[in-house]
Every structure is written in C-alpha cells, then in structure tokens.
C-alpha cells in the first residue's frame, strides 16, 4: 500500500522569504502523481502544484515549486517570497496511474504560519 | 464556471439518525470522490465513483454509502450515526487522468 508522509506539522516563515515543506513517499509502482494541496481557514482544498514520476523536470507554477527525488520518494514544496496569504495547511497527496483510479493519499499536513 | 458545489454547508444530527450529503461536481467531470477529515486523522478517502458505479471504497463500514446519479451528482449517506462520525466531509471531481478539484465541505456534527 501507498503511504504518504509529512514530518513537519508546523512552519513558520517570515513574509518575502523562503520556505521549503517536506513530503516523502512510499510506492512500488513506476508511474504516479503527486500534488501539493493548499487548504485554508475556509476549509477549501486548491491545488497547488502537481508533479507526474514520468518527468524528471520539477514543476513550477508562479512562486511555488517542488523538488521531485524519485529514487528518494521525496517530494518538497518550496514557496519563494511568502504572503500573508500563503498562511494554510498545505497537503501533500499521491495519486496512482490514471487507469487505476483517481483516490489520492494524503499526508497528514503542514500548518504554514506567515509572519508579517 | 461553476465549481464543485456542496450541500448543506453545516448538518447537525442526533447519535442514531441519518445524514445526507450532496455534491454537484464541475460540468463534464464524471468522477466524484467523497473524503473525510476529521480531527487528528487527516484525510482519508470513503468513495470514488464513475460513470454511475462505485469504483474502490476506502476502510469504513458498510453505514457509509452513497450513489451517482446520472447527471454525475452524489450523494453520501451515513446511517446510524456515532459521534465519531463528527468530521468535514469533502467531495471532489475530476475528469480521469486529470487532477480532482473540492468542494468546500460539509462539516457534519453528531450530538
């Protein structure tokens, strides 16, 4: 079974600076998705980012980007010039081949808090 | 365009009685997955259908259960209701391969 982990329940950054969430994995299967899912005070899930294993290029999307080791089973997410807004719990998620469903596995959060 | 959409937004309920949630997904999504969040247990996946049919159940008791209508839609049912059935209960849509996109939960409190 597919496990997915977050050992940071908590993080603190200081608004424009750098902040980098980690994600590891557990899978024997070759193909995949990950996710990062950002989930703020209004309890709506929003995507952040999505990696697909087949790709060795690391997603990017605006100030959000993730560093995908696969051999490691790592897969962090790195939010440059932090905003106030930025301040969720953010989830980290693995969805296996599209044939085979789209259930995602989440992790069990990191609560991002932003300083002003 | 319109989003997945939930409904009610908040339910309370008495130990013992049913709950009933609804979820419209996104227009041309056939795939709606229901997941609940609860305190201290993260997310965790209850039921994925598609095209009508119940595809892969996640680990709870047969009291979960839901349908998909024909225009997509779904519900979720919880029979006897205990009060550790106290959660956000979030429903999704996707379009397989492509990524699912929540709703903005019904959060369900068991009194």
């Known amino acids: 079974a597919q496990t997915v982990t977050q050992s940071q329940p908590e993080m603190s950054v200081q608004e424009a600076e750098t902040v980098t969430l980690s994600c590891t994995y557990d899978?024997?299967?070759?193909?995949?998705?990950l996710f990062w899912y950002k989930q703020p005070p209004s309890r709506q899930m929003i995507l952040v980012i999505r990696q697909e294993a087949y790709k060795q290029q690391n997603a990017t999307e605006n100030r959000f980007s993730v560093n995908f080791q696969k051999a490691a089973k790592s897969f962090s997410l790195k939010i440059s010039d932090s905003q106030l807004g930025d301040a969720a719990m953010y989830f980290c998620a693995y969805r296996r081949e599209a044939w085979q469903g789209g259930k995602l596995i989440f992790g069990q959060g990191t609560e991002l808090s932003v300083k002003p | 365009e319109a989003g997945v959409t939930q409904s009610p937004t908040h339910l309370i309920k008495t130990r013992g009685q049913q709950a009933t949630l609804r979820c419209s997904p996104i227009s041309g999504h056939t795939s709606v997955y229901w997941y609940q969040q609860a305190l201290g247990l993260g997310l965790q996946f209850l039921l994925w259908y598609d095209e009508g049919e119940e595809r892969n159940r996640g680990n709870f008791p047969p009291r979960f259960s839901g349908r998909q209508f024909p225009n997509y839609s779904s519900e979720l049912n919880v029979n006897a209701l205990e009060l550790e059935d106290s959660a956000l209960y979030l429903c999704a849509s996707s379009l397989i391969p492509f990524e699912a996109f929540f709703g903005q939960g019904t959060r369900l409190t068991v009194v």
């Open positions: 899978t024997s299967e070759s193909d995949y998705y």
